[in-house]
């Protein structure tokens, strides 16, 4: 018998969306909004991993359990569940963000609604195909090396100037910030004039490559009995906690968030992997050419020696303030 996972996984990411629509219309003084906003990043953070969590223990095993089934083959029906949250997700996405390019208008109720359908569609398209990458898993042990290649790998997308990430969001990031999960401030009221209209303002966007990666993680945990619930109750923290020295005065800008999820996923699930001979020489090459793959990308980074456009923090995971919040314009603006 299948959990109330996914079901829970509907009403968190429905509150989130009833809780978008509200800030879309709530301002408060300046004092209270700056501690909301802080609120506001650990909710629209941590909440999204919970929700994962949840889905993730739907039960994906050969009849559908939880947990006896532990290790077997994904069924069909649950291979389709999430193709449809695949599909139905993107649809929503596409559809919400194409309206708010080309006819609703800059601020109002129709425009923040977007904005949440936008948002609830990433939600459900990176738990989809997260959890279909997370199926093709076949043994635990396989976890190990993919965290480590997935957070070099990210490290390098990162830091490099000219990798494909890095040149999204310096040369598109108006492309990137449609894609990205974004974490909300509360607005404040202003002294001088009221409002101009309804409209959420972000402080930070999450690159959806995030999300989608821990709903492998946790979907492949489920299905071979490892502890989810102990590995997500300490990735929801560590990624809060990574999202406030982002956005302190650090004055941060971009950071891998892969780096801390698989570490988190590692250092919890330590014990779970038990590795012979030829399968550790493989993850010592992988542990291996993932540090030159990091190092790399830092390499190209520290040794940019193009000028730089100063910009506001941003979220973990390929993810920037949004322009008018910089202390500079982003390119392309």
């Given at each position: 018998m299948k959990s109330n996972g996914l079901r829970d996984f509907f009403l968190l990411t429905g509150a989130l969306l009833v809780l978008r629509l509200l800030l879309g219309f709530l301002t408060v003084p300046p004092g209270p909004a700056a501690f909301l906003s802080v609120v506001s990043s650990i909710v629209f953070v941590g909440i999204p991993i919970v929700a994962l969590y949840r889905a993730a223990d739907y039960g994906w095993g050969r009849s559908g359990g939880p947990s006896e089934d532990v290790g077997t083959s994904p069924t069909r029906s649950g291979a389709k569940v999430l193709a449809w949250l695949l599909v139905s997700g993107a649809v929503l996405h596409a559809a919400a963000a194409l309206a708010l390019r080309t006819v609703l208008p800059a601020t109002g109720p129709a425009t923040v609604l977007g904005q949440a359908v936008v948002q609830c569609g990433i939600a459900l398209w990176?738990?989809?195909l997260g959890g279909l990458v997370g199926l093709l898993i076949k043994d635990r042990n396989i976890i190990l090396p993919v965290a480590l290649?997935?957070?070099?790998?990210?490290?390098?997308?990162?830091?490099?100037?000219?990798?494909?990430?890095?040149?999204?969001?310096?040369?598109?990031?108006?492309?990137?910030q449609s894609m990205a999960v974004s974490v909300p401030a509360v607005r404040e009221t202003s002294s001088e004039a009221a409002p101009v209209g309804a409209s959420v303002e972000p402080q930070a966007f999450v690159g959806p490559a995030d999300l989608l990666f821990i709903a492998m993680f946790f979907v492949g945990m489920s299905r071979f009995g490892m502890p989810l619930s102990r590995t997500a109750k300490w990735v929801a923290p560590v990624m809060v906690v990574y999202l406030l020295i982002v956005l302190s005065k650090l004055n941060l800008n971009m950071l891998p968030a892969l780096v801390p999820i698989g570490g988190t996923v590692l250092l919890v699930n330590r014990r779970e992997f038990n590795l012979d001979?030829?399968?550790?020489?493989?993850?010592?090459?992988?542990?291996?050419?993932?540090?030159?793959?990091?190092?790399?990308?830092?390499?190209?980074?520290?040794?940019?020696?193009?000028?730089?456009?100063?910009?506001?923090?941003?979220?973990?995971?390929?993810?920037?303030?949004?322009?008018?919040?910089?202390?500079?314009?982003?390119?392309?603006?």
């Open positions: 990176t738990l989809g290649f997935l957070a070099a790998l990210d490290m390098f997308l990162v830091f490099h100037p000219q990798a494909p990430t890095a040149r999204l969001v310096r040369q598109n990031p108006q492309f990137f001979r030829s399968e550790k020489a493989m993850v010592w090459g992988i542990a291996v050419f993932s540090v030159l793959l990091a190092g790399f990308g830092l390499y190209g980074h520290f040794t940019d020696r193009r000028p730089t456009v100063q910009t506001a923090p941003s979220m973990p995971g390929n993810v920037q303030a949004p322009p008018e919040q910089a202390k500079t314009p982003l390119p392309g603006r």
